[in-house]
């Protein structure tokens, strides 16, 4: 599942991934976000935060995948907040493929992450 993340600056769409994240969750919560965000400002900067207890199905790796092709000189920032090994790792491994700044941060530095994405 994934819930779009409450009370964040206007200017930066965040949101929480929890249990089983399908490719539904991304055309029904993800895709519209974006779409909005990247119609109002040209560079989108983002939090995407992951519980412990997420997985990913294939086909929504998938609708990741197309999003961030879709959007790819459109990405200023990108913060992954996850203790997800694995995950972090992918996003730390893909990241340069992307035109924008990603960074990784544990579940406990959101706060941190939040500081950066606001960081001009």
């Given at each position: 599942?994934?819930?779009?993340?409450?009370?964040?600056?206007?200017?930066?769409?965040g949101?929480?991934?929890?249990?089983?994240?399908?490719?539904?969750?991304?055309?029904?919560?993800?895709?519209?976000?974006?779409?909005?965000r990247?119609?109002?400002?040209?560079?989108?900067?983002?939090?995407?935060?992951?519980?412990?207890?997420?997985?990913?199905?294939?086909?929504?790796?998938?609708?990741?995948?197309?999003?961030?092709?879709?959007?790819?000189?459109?990405?200023?920032?990108?913060?992954?907040?996850?203790?997800?090994?694995?995950?972090?790792?992918?996003?730390?491994?893909?990241?340069?493929?992307?035109?924008?700044?990603?960074?990784?941060?544990?579940?406990?530095?959101?706060?941190?992450?939040?500081?950066?994405?606001?960081?001009?």
């Amino acid at each position: 599942m994934i819930k779009q993340i409450e009370n964040l600056s206007d200017n930066i769409p965040g949101f929480e991934f929890s249990g089983e994240v399908s490719a539904n969750d991304y055309e029904k919560v993800i895709f519209p976000a974006i779409e909005k965000r990247s119609k109002l400002k040209s560079k989108i900067r983002i939090i995407c935060h992951f519980t412990d207890k997420t997985t990913i199905s294939l086909e929504a790796m998938w609708d990741d995948t197309l999003v961030g092709i879709k959007h790819c000189f459109n990405w200023e920032k990108i913060a992954v907040v996850s203790d997800i090994a694995w995950l972090n790792h992918t996003f730390k491994a893909m990241g340069f493929l992307m035109q924008g700044h990603l960074r990784t941060y544990s579940n406990n530095e959101i706060q941190k992450a939040m500081i950066w994405l606001k960081e001009n």
